[in-house]
Every structure is written in structure tokens, then in C-alpha cells.
């Protein structure tokens, strides 16, 4: 199966209302400032994971959103943008937090917190051959039992093989663990009801 680029960039932009709505409606940010052009400063930004920057109390945030078109209970981290050499948005952004919209409902977490525990903890648990297994499979999900030090859990191995409307073509392979998961590893993950 081929991802097209285009239209996940179009469902996002889709988005971006209720979004907006949910900083000022919820987290009552003083303003707003999307980076979602092709402008050089945007595209600076964009490359560091970084596609809002919310301002409250004179104070700025730096905010990676993520929009899912279902909630799975669990969190998307994409470990390889290109499947093998370039390292994922959670490992190479720089955003202070992570807002991961599902229909319905709205998840943040600090990202240097998740990434620091990804990075540190978690990454280094996942055998890469099983990155390798589905990256060679047609599969575009492969579910594996991970012990992690002493913990059970299923985490999901998924790919993405890109493309771009003039050729361009990529793999993106990332893993979903459930929210459970994170929270019961010190992650402090809040969710919001909010459509």
C-alpha cells in the first residue's frame, strides 16, 4: 500500500480549526502562530517538529501536533521518517510538547519528557530485525510482544511507503504503544474530551 503525502498534509490542514479551538477553548493560549506554508521560516520549523508555537502569559510553547482519524488507545512514534537512515520527528524534533488529535478527544504530553524516555528506554528494546521484518514484508502493521524490563506489552510495528505527486518515494516505519503503557513508565499523559 502507498501513503500519498499529499493527502495526509490535506487531512491535517482539515484540522487545523479545531486545533485552534482547542488551545483557546482549553488551554487558553493568548495567541496562536502556525507554521504551515512553504515559507523558509516555516519549513525551518517544520523540519524540528515543530508546527505551532502557542503563546500564554507572555510564555511561548513549541508544539508538535499529530491528527489521527481514529483513536487506537495508543500513540504513533515514528522511529525512521526514511527507513533506515534518517531517524524519526520524535528523535530529531525539538518541540516542548506533543498534541495528538483523535476525533473526540485531545492528548498532550511533554515531548522532551516522551522523547527522552523513547530514546533512552524504549528504542533500544526493539530488536532491529523486527524493523527490518516489516520493511521487506507487504505488511504495513506487524504486532510483536515486547518484554520491557520485566513488562509485557504489544506494541505495533507500522509502514508507510510514501509518495509524493511527482515520484518522490520514501518508507516511514514508526511503532504505536498504548497510552497504559506510557502512563504506567512515568509518562504523564492528559487526556482532554473535546470534538
Known sequence: ????????????????????NFYREVLHVNEIRRFS???????????QDIDVELIKNNQAFNVSEKFRDKDFGDLYLEVFSKYPHTRGWLETG?????????????YC???????????????????DEWYKEIFCSDAAINSKNL????????????????QTADGNRWCTIGIS???????????????FMFS
Not at 37 to 47: A, F, G, I, V, Y
Not at 94 to 106: N, Q, T
Not at 178 to 191: E, Q, Y
Open 109 to 127: 504530553c511533554n515531548a522532551q519528557i516522551l522523547r527522552k524516555f523513547c530514546v533512552n528506554k524504549l528504542f533500544p528494546e526493539i530488536p
Open 147 to 162: 518484554n520491557f524490563f520485566g513488562q509485557q506489552t504489544i506494541i505495533h510495528l507500522i509502514k508507510a511507503n510514501n
Open 37 to 47: 506554508t512553504d515559507s523558509t521560516e516555516d519549513m525551518r520549523m517544520q523540519l
Open 1 to 20: 500500500m502507498v501513503h500519498e503525502f499529499e493527502k495526509s498534509l490535506v487531512f491535517e490542514k482539515s484540522q487545523f480549526q479545531r486545533a485552534d
Open 177 to 191: 504503544v498504548s497510552f497504559d503503557f506510557l502512563k504506567n513508565n512515568g509518562l504523564d499523559i492528559r487526556k
Open 94 to 106: 525539538s518541540a516542548d510538547m506533543l498534541v495528538y488529535f483523535v476525533p473526540e478527544a485531545v
